[in-house]
């Protein structure tokens, strides 16, 4: 059982004496900013005991140099976007370190294809950087306007050119990392290819905070492809919509973005932001296409492709679609949703993207039988599927048992397709019992014991992912 001693008034002044009397607060209505992430589950909302701003890789050493002797947690933070209550405090308190001050774009070398950034840099502010200079930041999460890449890296985020360029570790040369005792070191390198050792920069991405906090990233940049197009296919089933999953790279299609939103997403979304896609009636499954090139001839002959495979798999509409329109349902969606509805629950699922149709089907079948309405939108290219489980129309009284039901039934078809809980959320805080349940027993005494060596006082964002001592 780990043990951690309350934040005292000497801890807060030895804080302070590190980022400076502005950089640390405790108070109440301040620590109210950080209760929460984006997740919308109100049992996990919790008030951190302290907020502290370090500026400073060495602010930040110093920082969990004090906790890791005077045992207390810290959290790292970066813009509070995730949805799995990772960057909030749970139950053993602590310290929320919010990485808002180190903000910086420390270097962007368009000759050598690479980017150094600081970790509460935006996501989009990033990806701007590099489009400045004809460069693309291939990372792309829908909150790319509010999230911060440390947050991305904490997360592995996924997003809409996952499928093409893979998620958040694929864009990643090197991270500078602080660990639990407060060691600086950096894991990883800029080199394409590398068999030395084990690759400590692929575990700590993606370990939401738990074993160590990134103060710095070089982000690789990829060439920008000079135009793009957006067609939108529309299918009358979802096995037909999900057929050109493996269908377009067969054909020799490369997307860049395959997404998937359902009929009542997109009539939901349509009616939260006001505007109709004039996409016609019916059982309606929607597939966002997107394509690049650098040439607008070869991007012509791309789009007769695919309006010839989607047609030959059941499209009954392919359009080349305004990509500002199509992209703002798309983008709208987890908005639209919770407005619809604020009490739910928000799942991640993951499957091999061929078994997705599978698993719709599966979901459709559940919440039919257990008279409990869902929406689904799903980054398809990677078999990722957001299911937003609304409370609508259940008393309260029947809502957890409901909840708990659905998600017992989810689950086993999730992992009968040989899926997993998160694609890209993580698990945080909300999905640490799942994660308990679900894995293997040995791959987790694997993962605990990584985290133990990481952190041997268990100091950082204790209690995330799994308990060390369950
Ligand atoms: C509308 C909406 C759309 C979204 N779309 C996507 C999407 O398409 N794809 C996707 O993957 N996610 C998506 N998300 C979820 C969320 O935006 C991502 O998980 C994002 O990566 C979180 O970034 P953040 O800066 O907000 O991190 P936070 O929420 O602050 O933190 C997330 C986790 O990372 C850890 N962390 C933060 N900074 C650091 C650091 N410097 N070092 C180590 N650990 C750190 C935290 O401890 C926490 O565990 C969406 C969320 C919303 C609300």
Redesign the pocket.
């Known amino acids: 059982m780990y043990t951690y001693h309350k934040i005292t008034p000497e801890i807060l002044e030895k804080l302070k004496a590190i980022v400076g009397a502005k950089g640390v607060s405790a108070d109440p209505d301040r620590l109210v900013a950080y209760e929460r992430?984006?997740g919308v589950e109100r049992e996990f909302f919790h008030l951190p005991d302290a907020v502290v701003y370090p500026a400073t890789t060495a602010e930040v050493a110093a920082i969990l140099q004090l906790a890791n002797e005077e045992l207390i947690p810290v959290?790292?933070?970066?813009?509070?976007?995730?949805?799995e209550f990772?960057?909030v405090a749970n139950h053993y308190g602590g310290i929320i370190l919010s990485?808002e001050k180190m903000n910086r774009i420390l270097e962007v070398n368009a000759e050598k294809m690479y980017m150094i950034v600081e970790?509460g840099v935006r996501t989009e502010d990033v990806q701007k950087a590099a489009g400045e200079v004809g460069l693309l930041y291939a990372g792309d999460?829908?909150?790319g306007d509010?999230?911060?890449i440390?947050?991305?890296?904490?997360?592995n985020?996924?997003?809409?050119r996952a499928v093409k360029y893979g998620t958040t570790r694929d864009q990643i040369y090197s991270v500078e990392v602080v660990t639990p005792t407060g060691k600086i070191t950096t894991l990883g390198s800029r080199l394409k290819k590398v068999s030395t050792g084990y690759p400590l920069e692929k575990i700590v991405i993606g370990?939401?905070?738990t074993l160590?906090?990134?103060?710095k990233l070089v982000l690789k940049l990829v060439p920008l492809p000079k135009c793009s197009v957006n067609v939108l296919a529309v299918f009358p089933t979802v096995d037909e919509a999900m057929s050109i999953v493996n269908a377009l790279p067969k054909a020799g299609i490369e997307p860049t973005c395959l997404e998937f939103m359902d009929d009542d997403s997109v009539r939901v979304t349509e009616d939260f932001i006001g505007e109709k896609q004039n996409t016609g009636t019916g059982e309606r499954n929607y597939m966002i296409i997107q394509v690049d090139s650098n040439d607008e001839d070869a991007l012509d002959d791309l789009c007769v492709d695919l309006d010839e495979l989607c047609r030959a798999h059941g499209a009954v509409d392919v359009f080349v679609a305004d990509a500002e329109r199509i992209w703002k349902v798309r983008?709208n969606f987890?908005?639209a949703s919770t407005t619809e509805c604020p009490i739910m629950v928000m799942e991640d699922f993951v499957v091999p993207a061929d078994e997705l149709a599978s698993l719709l089907k599966a979901l459709e079948k559940i919440s039919a039988d257990q008279h409990v309405p869902v929406r689904s939108v799903a980054?398809a290219g990677d078999g990722n599927l957001h299911l937003d489980i609304l409370k609508k129309g259940i008393a309260d009284a029947d809502w957890p048992a409901k909840v708990d039901a659905f998600e017992k039934a989810a689950y086993e078809a999730v992992y009968g397709l040989g899926g997993r809980i998160s694609g890209?959320?993580?698990i945080?805080e909300k999905r640490k019992d799942l994660m308990v349940t679900y894995t293997d027993p040995v791959e987790l005494e694997l993962m605990k014991a990584v985290k133990k060596a990481f952190d041997p006082n268990n100091i950082l964002?204790p209690g995330?992912i799994f308990e060390l001592d369950d």
């Open positions: 992430d984006e959290i790292p933070r970066g813009a509070g976007t995730g949805l990772g960057a990485t970790p999460p829908c909150s509010s999230c911060f440390g947050g991305n890296a904490g997360t985020a996924g997003g809409n370990s939401e905070g160590g906090i990134i103060t983008k987890s908005d980054h890209e959320h993580g945080g964002n995330k």
